[in-house]
């Protein structure tokens, strides 16, 4: 597997509505920044943010700018725009994953936001 596979794996569980599929994506002390800039820490707190993502209906496309790897550790990013029924949004991505010993990655830091704010697309 190669660090930016989690790109499609995250699409792939978002738009099947899998939060627990999002959630194993994640290493369990993982760092997830908010929107406001606060840290959710952990399964469960980044849990509670995919699901409400999830519950706003829609799709998310995902498209790797890039994945610098360098021995277990990866700086990937990602330029992402979702689309429901009541909005769009768009932004690009700031991430840090670690290759586990089954060689999957896990995000260990994880900035939806790190483009900058989300913006109506």
Not at 94 to 113: K, M, S, T
Request: avoid cysteine; hydrophobic fraction near 40%; glycine fraction near 10%.
């Amino acid at each position: 597997m190669e660090p930016a596979d989690i790109h499609g794996q995250v699409e792939r569980a978002f738009n099947a509505g899998d939060a627990d599929g999002l959630v194993a994506l994640y290493e369990p002390d993982a760092r997830m920044v908010n929107p406001d800039g606060s840290f959710a820490i952990g399964h469960d707190a980044i849990r509670e943010i995919w699901a409400g993502f999830i519950s706003l209906g829609g799709q998310i496309t995902m498209t790797t700018r890039y994945a610098v790897e360098m021995g277990d550790i990866a700086l990937l990013s990602n330029e992402w725009s979702f689309v429901s029924q009541h909005m769009k949004a768009a932004s690009s991505t700031a991430e840090v994953a670690r290759r586990q010993a089954d060689g999957n990655w896990l995000y260990i830091i994880d900035n939806p936001y790190g483009g900058g704010s989300v913006e109506d697309a």
